[in-house]
């Protein structure tokens, strides 16, 4: 394999690397009910979020202030009494194992040599 190959196929397993774990998964939120209503839930500002309401409506929106009683977004306001089920969208925070990314990364790393020495056939194909 020349050089060029093998930069292709650094380049390509650098590039699979970077987007495996720069991922953004939604997180599901535990919610707190106690005698008041639902507590305060572990969101921040600047996260986006997906909210399920009791009516069934689902909003999705960033946070722009947590207040004591509700989420606030742009031109969107959720009290806690109103979620049903409520998802944060968290980067880096995958359930993938390192051993199925590495795995993957392997494997595109595969195909790249495979592809790039041409399929290991040098015969004339007669």
């Keep these: 394999m020349n050089k060029s190959r093998w930069q292709r196929a650094i380049t390509l397993v ?9 991922c953004a998964t939604l997180q599901p939120v535990n919610l707190t009910h106690s005698a008041q209503g639902i507590e305060r839930p572990d ?11 009791t009516k069934g409506d689902t909003k999705k929106f960033t946070v ?10 742009k ?12 998802e944060v969208r ?23 040599v495979l592809v790039g020495s041409g399929g290991g056939s040098n015969g004339s194909g007669y």
């Design 14 to 22: 650098v590039v699979t690397t970077f987007l495996a774990s720069g």
């Design 43 to 53: 969101v921040k500002v600047g996260e986006s979020v997906v909210v399920k309401t």
């Design 64 to 73: 722009t202030a947590v207040e004591n009683d509700a989420l606030d977004g």
């Design 75 to 86: 031109d969107v306001r959720v009290p806690y009494a109103d979620i049903s089920s409520l």
């Design 90 to 112: 968290r980067e880096g925070e995958h359930k993938v194992r390192p051993g199925v990314v590495i795995g993957v990364i392997a494997a595109v790393a595969a195909v790249a």
